[in-house]
């Protein structure tokens, strides 16, 4: 990058600012000089995937995904993949670029929980009906036995209880 000098161990933080910015250009430019797609802030371990997911910034993830991020990297707190973030937050194209560069759309948390269950949780019934048509798991349980009716119910989702159980879902 001409004009300035950025080390080596600056290249994640400056990677995760420029994610959570959504600015394709700069993530562009640290790809291009060395900057990992994998990369995390120092300490927290938050991975650029994971905010790019939390934003919604399509292009960014794209870029991170070519530049070999992990589809399926998950959060050190809260144990969900950018999949489930994306589906929490409803950004059903992120959703679609994560499946078609190989996010696992039935990957559960330490406790159980799925894109799928996320999605229905949040009342994210695009997201709901777009993970189902996409092959999702319908009737995976958390480690309390909860699935994703059991979400959509408990919210009072009734659109989504509707179609998971047009899709076959179980109780």
């Known amino acids: ?3 300035f000098t950025i080390r080596k161990k600056q290249l994640g933080l400056a990677m995760i600012m420029a994610t959570l910015k959504g600015s394709a ?38 870029l991170l995904l070519e530049n070999g991020a992990d589809p399926n990297v998950k959060d050190t707190d809260t144990d969900f993949t950018p999949l489930m973030i994306a589906a929490a937050k409803g950004h059903d194209y992120f959703i679609k670029m ?37 092959g999702a798991n319908i009737n995976l349980r958390t480690k309390r036995e909860w699935s994703a ?23």
């Not at 406790?111 to 777009?130: P, W």
């Not at 047009?166 to 109780?171: D, I, L, P, Q, R």
């Open 1 to 3: 990058m001409k004009g």
């Open 25 to 62: 250009k700069a993530v562009k430019i640290l790809l291009n000089n060395g900057a990992d797609a994998n990369a995390t802030t120092v300490g927290s371990g938050v991975k650029a995937l994971l905010v790019a997911a939390t934003a919604g910034h399509t292009e960014v993830g794209r």
């Open 98 to 134: 994560l499946l078609d560069n190989g996010a696992d759309i039935d990957l559960q948390t330490r406790d159980g929980y799925s894109a799928l269950m996320v999605a229905a949780a949040s009342g994210n019934r695009t997201t709901v009906r777009l993970l189902i048509k996409r």
């Open 149 to 171: 009716v059991t979400y959509a119910k408990k919210h009072e989702y009734s659109e989504i209880v509707w179609a998971l159980k047009e899709a076959g879902a179980e109780e």
